[in-house]
């Protein structure tokens, strides 16, 4: 164990966060979405919720102030009447926590599954919430 590290990193997930550079994509996977599918490198984080890792993770990992949305999420699909307030909460931690102001993106659901073949991992969650995914595009430490 080190001090001042959260429980909620486990050391796969920080050894990955070590390892990503700059421009380099994070996937945090709800419990529905195909992980195993989609990443080349997927760390486990049964029992979390998104909300919590992000908060977490948001700490350590710098978000990319050199891009219009380094944060992005999995748009409603068009006649899908899920409401989605975890999305709001995402804002409000990547603005406390994250210190970043810039807009998000929202990316339709196959165009995200495209982005998240690319992403240097997934983090598989446990995450109910409906289109909880999100993908952060890590910046550089200053």
């Known amino acids: 164990m080190l001090?001042?590290?959260?429980?909620?990193?486990?050391?796969?997930l920080l050894k990955i966060l070590m390892e990503m550079g700059?421009?380099?994509?994070?996937?945090?996977?709800?419990?529905?979405?195909p992980s195993e599918s989609f990443g080349k490198r997927v760390v486990r984080a049964d029992?979390?919720?998104?909300?919590?890792?992000?908060?977490?993770?948001?700490?350590?990992?710098?978000?990319?102030t050199y891009v219009e949305h380094p944060v992005t999420l999995m748009a409603v699909v068009a006649g899908d009447r899920v409401?989605?307030?975890?999305?709001?909460?995402?804002?409000?931690i990547v603005k406390t926590v994250?210190?970043?102001?810039?807009?998000f993106e929202y990316l339709e659901r196959f165009a995200f599954y495209e982005k998240a073949k690319d992403a240097y991992?997934?983090?598989?969650?446990?995450e109910k919430a409906l289109y909880a995914?999100?993908?952060l595009k890590k910046g550089v430490v200053v």
Request: with cysteine; net charge negative.
């Open 22 to 33: 700059h421009g380099d994509d994070l996937v945090l996977a709800d419990g529905n979405f």
């Open 3 to 12: 001090k001042g590290i959260p429980c909620i990193l486990s050391p796969m």
């Open 83 to 92: 409401k989605t307030p975890i999305w709001e909460e995402y804002k409000k």
């Open 121 to 126: 991992a997934v983090v598989a969650t446990s």
């Open 47 to 64: 029992g979390h919720g998104i909300a919590e890792l992000l908060r977490a993770i948001l700490n350590f990992f710098p978000l990319d």
């Open 133 to 135: 995914n999100i993908i």
């Open 98 to 103: 994250g210190e970043n102001t810039a807009e």
